[in-house]
């Protein structure tokens, strides 16, 4: 919904979709604010085994996430819990870089 307020549209699906669809990279260089971040599956959660999990990259080595609540990670936290069944990637959401 962070797109859709922001008048960007609604990227639909969950996160194994934007995993798949606009996340591809996983090298560190390329990661901007505004990318999402995703892995398409993770062994957390029943949820997670079966739809992934997705974040925000805000910059400065962080991120955001729902877990419930909205909350704030460190970006290497974010991957080291997350990333243990596949590896997490990101990109612009609809392909499109942000400002």
Do not use: K
Not at 22 to 30: F, H, L, M
Not at 56 to 79: A, F, H
């Amino acid at each position: 919904m962070v797109f859709q307020n922001a008048g960007l549209g609604y990227p639909a699906g969950d996160a194994c979709d934007m995993y798949d669809n606009w996340c591809v990279s996983s090298d560190r260089g390329t990661l901007r604010p505004g990318m999402i971040v995703a892995v398409s599956t993770h062994s957390h959660t029943s949820a997670g085994r079966i739809y992934g999990h997705i974040g925000i990259y805000v910059g400065g080595g962080t991120m955001m996430d729902n877990i419930g609540y909205i909350r704030t990670i460190g970006l290497n936290e974010w991957v080291s819990y997350y990333g243990t069944s596949v590896t997490p990637r990101w990109g612009w959401v609809f392909g499109r870089a942000l400002g």
